[in-house]
């Protein structure tokens, strides 16, 4: 990991519009499990937080943090410079993975333990499994993303497709899709710490190894294809 990289993408996360929308999404989340519980019995707000918080907020945010590390540079072309540095390509990849997957856990996972524990206190557990399931999730879906963005200019539009028709619309539908389901393997790991979180049924060793497995070969191909830019002076 380079530090002068991971501060040069930290500025630029924080630093642009989509700061904002870090901000948010989670603050949105928030208030609406505080308006359930006010209205509501505790517990009734595990949908919400399922549906909203770890289906849409946690992979939005996840995007959101991963075309602002690496995005921006790619479409005004000024990743050319940054790659002309003697630094390997990889490690940038790494570095720029790095900083998107921690802004995804404090702004995408951290809120779920959050809303998890104002709609039901009554189960920390829950709200823990939540956060732990929401953090693994979540930096996987980063290191997706890292890699579209790495790929194409349209990475916001392939990671929205990606989120409501895959994990949302098909994984509703379609049984199996939780084989090859993100948000199926973090809910399986969410349920192992708190069993009041609904399992899928892929197992968590499954879960566990599917995850490890996409973010290593998403970091690497992040790397070979920034390495493919500095070669062919791509922008």
Known sequence: ?????????????????RGLLLLALPIVLIVLATIIRVLTEPGVGSDVIDAL???????????????????????????VYLLAKPVSRHVVGFS???????????????????AGLIT?????D??????????????????????AAAT??????????FV????GLLGNLLDGIRWLSIGAWGREIAHAVGDAVS???????????ASALVIAVSVWFTGDRLRSFSMRGET
Not at 58 to 77: K, Q
Not at 137 to 145: D, I
Not at 152 to 161: I, N, P, Q, S, W
């Open 1 to 17: 990991m380079n530090p002068t990289i991971v501060r040069l993408a930290g500025q630029a996360l924080l630093g642009r519009r």
């Open 53 to 79: 918080g770890f289906g849409l907020a946690l992979p939005l945010v996840a995007l959101f943090a991963a075309s602002a590390v690496l995005g921006p540079e790619i479409d005004d072309g000024s990743v």
């Open 96 to 114: 720029k993975y790095a900083v998107a997957a921690l802004a995804t856990i404090a702004f995408g996972a951290v809120p779920l333990l959050v």
């Open 120 to 124: 039901d206190s009554t189960e920390p």
């Open 126 to 147: 829950a709200a823990v499994g939540w956060l732990v399931g929401g953090a693994i999730a979540g930096a996987t879906y980063t290191a997706v993303f890292v890699a």
């Open 152 to 161: 194409t200019r349209h990475a916001v539009v392939v990671g929205l497709l």
């Open 164 to 167: 409501l028709l895959w994990e």
């Open 199 to 209: 399992a899928p049924g892929t197992g968590l060793p499954y879960a566990l190894i």
